[in-house]
């Protein structure tokens, strides 16, 4: 790096030259009236004293490397000389995790520098200038005043505040709290070495209001930040969120004497136009919670500021979920624009951030444990198809025994989520299960039959599967939060982690992609006997 003082539009500046770099660049920005150059190509700064030192202290070893060596240009001193004048007591700088604390007596020089600092504020209550503890900017204040400074101090306790708990920490603690939304918050003073941890993991945010950081939760995540903590000197502070439902409960039938049920219109057309069961019941449901918070309006009646508020009542009231949200103004325009013929709308709310979650997943020990633990044949079979296959609850429930193919090893999923059909594993060991299995309950039609009081055959409920898998969870002693969709999430993480190509596995799992790759991330039947379900791994 280089430093000369040209003249610039009349103007006496200080060029620095350098080699392109993003992040010097940025650095020289943070100075006051730092300016680009296209005639010089190059950043230059104002020929002052202030600025000459802001730009030392940002890069301090700029006066004692050879080749940046320079003479000090004569610097041109601000207006108001700065000086200490006699019963004017000195200047006082406090650190206090994020924030510095400057306290001075009143000096238009001295006011000027430090109030064009980057975010530096005035705080008329306390008496006292106060700026973020970041970039830099204590190297910065403290070369300005030199001498001049009475002392500096740096607290060792700082107190921060998550929600209605408040913690006080040193410097050296981590607050790190599992939330119930599948996050995790890191809470801690501001630290380059702490921002460098989280940037390593995975669907980080900075939550500029709340002023912490979050990533997304898995049980590896968590392992690997406590362990970068710990190596980085930090001593991790450890909480879990409860799970407390604030929000209103939903209005049904037995709660609201005057219940409405939704137009016969509504569920016709959903079923017109061929929507799945689980989907017509979600919408018939949604919509129906729509009406009734609107008793005494017709329902062709409602307008659409009268949506927006209730849009808003789910947000502030009902605390929904922005999935639910979303679902909720579907199932409302479907009825206006699908049912009743009207014009595409859009229903203009602010949403709030959807936070990214890491699906729960199984360890391969957890998934052998969880099958061990059943006992009754076709219980077993259900989990361990799920497993092995990659399946939806649905996809399982709805499997016919003509699905199972096995001279090629195949099971046949046909019209799952989206209307598709496809293709997925048949494991080796599944097969010998499903043998047995057909062997001793005999199904007529549906891979899994439930109890019928007809002589016609019916599909195993997804009720009844659900509480299968966590009977067996707690059979096993396994404490996480689990569901039948966890077996699908488990399938395709161990598939990935055992090198199989993330194509093959988004066709297993019947996943959309990219429009430009469509075409090519759809398997072939030659692709599947290089394939091996998870569950062939498994010593069971």
Not at 179 to 203: C, D, H, N, Q
Not at 396 to 412: F, P, T, V
Not at 509 to 523: D, M
């Amino acid at each position: 790096m280089h430093i000369s003082k040209i003249e610039h539009r009349g103007e006496q500046r200080l060029k620095i030259d350098f080699p392109y770099n993003l992040e010097i660049s940025i650095r020289i920005k943070s100075i006051e009236d730092a300016r680009w150059s296209r005639t010089h190509k190059a950043w230059h700064i104002p020929c002052t004293k202030a600025a000459y030192q802001q730009l030392i202290a940002l890069f301090p070893d700029l006066k004692a490397s050879p080749a940046t060596k320079m003479t000090e240009p004569e610097m041109k001193e601000p207006v108001e000389k700065v000086q200490t004048h006699k019963g004017v007591s000195g200047i006082s700088i406090e650190v206090i995790g994020r924030k510095i604390i400057i306290k001075m007596p009143k000096n238009e020089a001295d006011i000027r520098f430090v109030s064009q600092l980057k975010y530096s504020r005035w705080n008329a209550s306390g008496f006292y200038w106060q700026l973020p503890n970041y970039g830099g900017n204590l190297d910065v204040l403290k070369s300005y005043f030199g001498n001049r400074l009475l002392h500096v101090s740096v607290s060792e306790e700082i107190s921060l505040q998550a929600g209605s708990s408040q913690k006080v920490l040193n410097k050296n603690e981590a607050w790190v709290i599992k939330t119930v939304s599948g996050r995790i918050k890191i809470i801690a003073g501001y630290s380059e070495a702490l921002t460098r941890i989280v940037k390593k993991l995975p669907f980080y945010f900075w939550d500029a209001r709340n002023k912490w950081w979050t990533v997304a939760y898995s049980e590896k995540t968590l392992a690997g930040l406590r362990l970068m903590l710990e190596e980085t000197g930090f001593t991790c502070i450890y909480e879990e969120e409860e799970n407390k439902r604030e929000g209103k409960a939903r209005v049904n039938a037995e709660t609201l004497a005057s219940y409405r049920n939704a137009p016969k219109e509504y569920a016709d057309k959903l079923n017109e136009l061929r929507y799945s069961a689980s989907t017509i019941k979600s919408y018939v449901a949604l919509f129906e919670e729509f009406i009734n918070h609107f008793p005494k309006h017709a329902i062709d009646s409602i307008d659409e500021k009268q949506i927006i508020s209730f849009l808003r009542y789910l947000v502030t009231e009902r605390k929904v979920s922005s999935s639910y949200q979303n679902q909720a103004i579907n199932s409302i325009k479907f009825y206006y624009e699908r049912v009743l013929g009207g014009q595409r709308k859009c229903y203009f709310i602010e949403r709030p951030i959807k936070e990214k979650a890491l699906p729960t997943v199984l360890s391969e020990e957890e998934v052998r444990q969880l099958i061990s633990s059943i006992t009754n044949l076709k219980h077993k079979a259900m989990i361990m198809l799920t497993y092995s296959a990659g399946l939806r609850i649905s996809e399982l429930i709805a499997l016919r025994i003509i699905d199972i193919d096995s001279e090629r090893k195949q099971i046949r999923i046909e019209q799952s989520k989206g209307k598709k059909d496809r293709y997925t594993l048949l494991s080796e060991k599944m097969l010998n299960v499903l043998r047995a299995y057909y062997l001793e309950y005999k199904p007529a039609h549906w891979l899994f039959e439930g109890f019928s009081e007809s002589n016609q055959p019916k599909p195993y409920s997804v009720r009844s599967a659900q509480l299968v898998l966590k009977r067996a969870a707690k059979k096993a002693g396994i404490k996480k939060k689990i569901s039948m969709h966890t077996l699908r999430h488990s399938f395709a993480t161990h598939l990935l982690e055992n090198g199989t190509d993330l194509r093959y596995i988004q066709s297993l799992l019947g996943h959309g992609s990219s429009k430009t790759t469509e075409i090519y991330t759809h398997i072939t039947t030659k692709g599947f006997d290089q394939i091996k379900s998870p569950l062939d791994w498994l010593d069971i």
